[in-house]
């Protein structure tokens, strides 16, 4: 009882602060010109309390309580400068007073009562961000990611660290970079060579550019036998137009691989696509389904989205029905063939190279 009698004095001596921190400067004549400054201060202060929001540096329910604060603040300054001499200023002082020692107190003893509880400890904000990762919106740690990259540029594992995350976020530009930066830092492997490339791939809806297949030309110099690195160097060459060179490569690839490699299931089904037999994997196992990794899947999907936004491209359509067939989803592969025949219906070559590439794939008609 002691205790929460100490807290509710130290509430109404910080509330009788407050009213005659309010009440003084209205009991004096309003000069325009100390008005028009103390606006200029509150306007600055809303953009900083944003800014700081936004870096993470304050909570949202500390941002919220700041803002209502010095918003109250620039509203009484600017009325200050709206006010004339004479008996309207002098009531309008008497009303903000009223308020001041009325209305704020029991606003914030209603506030309190409902969402106060002066019997709990404190929750000081430092100790509130280091709280656990789940209980933290992805928003918010990323946004502490990159204020931590922002502030150590140099840091290269956090650049590789964040790299996935913006690729699964779909911030394709922004996974470029990173990778790009921790390369560069960190230095050249068969592995950050194929993923900068990969993401570039990416970046391009795709299509592998020239100098994402020269990343991926470096990544199996340094790493013979780089399944990424082939896999997309076969994929340009098929973009190319020379199919036997991608069946050749990922032939190469298969028969080599390690026993129960997971990527060796996809490159057989991408040899079969193109016309081809493909090898018997080392291991002796029954036929596995494909194990898709998560970057194709992305790929796949930015490709999707890409062509919602946009669907003039007629090849883009072709490789997203082939990739949803590659992924085992015949559905969503008819679904393509389906859209792109409304989207390029009155062109009869393109429609005749739809229907080819349906039957060859044995999705049935659309």
Not at 135 to 143: E, V
Not at 144 to 154: K, M, T
Not at 251 to 267: C, F, I, R, S, T
């Amino acid at each position: 009882m002691e205790g929460s009698l100490t807290i509710w004095l130290a509430i109404a001596a910080m509330t009788a602060a407050a009213i005659f921190a309010v009440l003084l400067p209205l009991s004096r004549t309003t000069h325009a010109a100390a008005a028009e400054m103390d606006v200029a201060v509150y306007k600055d202060q809303l953009a900083e309390i944003g800014r700081d929001a936004e870096a993470g540096l304050i909570g949202a329910a500390e941002a919220e309580a700041a803002r209502v604060e010095v918003s109250r603040r620039l509203i009484a300054a600017s009325e200050r400068i709206a006010a004339t001499a004479g008996e309207g200023a002098t009531r309008r002082r008497r009303m903000v007073a009223v308020g001041a020692i009325l209305v704020i107190p029991a606003i914030a003893a209603v506030a309190y009562g409902l969402k106060g509880q002066p019997g709990y400890s404190g929750q000081p904000l430092a100790e509130r961000q280091r709280a656990e990762p789940a209980a933290t919106d992805m928003a918010g740690l990323i946004a502490r990611i990159e204020a931590h990259l922002a502030a150590n540029p140099g840091d290269g594992r956090g650049w590789e660290v964040v790299a996935p995350v913006y690729l699964r976020l779909g911030r394709v530009p922004d996974a470029v970079r990173a990778r790009s930066n921790a390369l560069r830092i960190l230095g050249a492997t068969a592995d950050r060579e194929a993923d900068l490339a990969e993401a570039q791939t990416l970046a391009a809806g795709g299509v592998v550019t020239a100098e994402a297949k020269a990343g991926f030309e470096r990544a199996r110099a340094l790493g013979p036998g780089h399944p990424k690195a082939g896999y997309f160097i076969g994929l340009a060459a098929e973009q190319d137009g020379k199919p036997d060179e991608a069946r050749a490569l990922w032939g190469k690839l298969v028969a080599e691989a390690p026993a129960g490699a997971p990527w060796v299931a996809l490159l057989q089904a991408e040899i079969a696509r193109l016309g081809g037999t493909p090898p018997p994997a080392a291991a002796a196992a029954a036929p596995a389904a494909p194990v898709i990794p998560p970057e194709i899947r992305t790929m796949v999907d930015g490709l999707a989205a890409r062509l919602a936004a946009d669907g003039s491209d007629f090849e883009g359509w072709m490789r997203l029905v082939r990739s949803y067939v590659v992924l085992g989803e015949a559905a969503k592969a008819r679904e393509a063939a389906a859209n792109a025949r409304q989207r390029f219906a009155g062109e009869a070559d393109k429609i005749g190279r739809l229907d080819g590439l349906v039957s060859e794939l044995g999705i049935g008609g659309t």
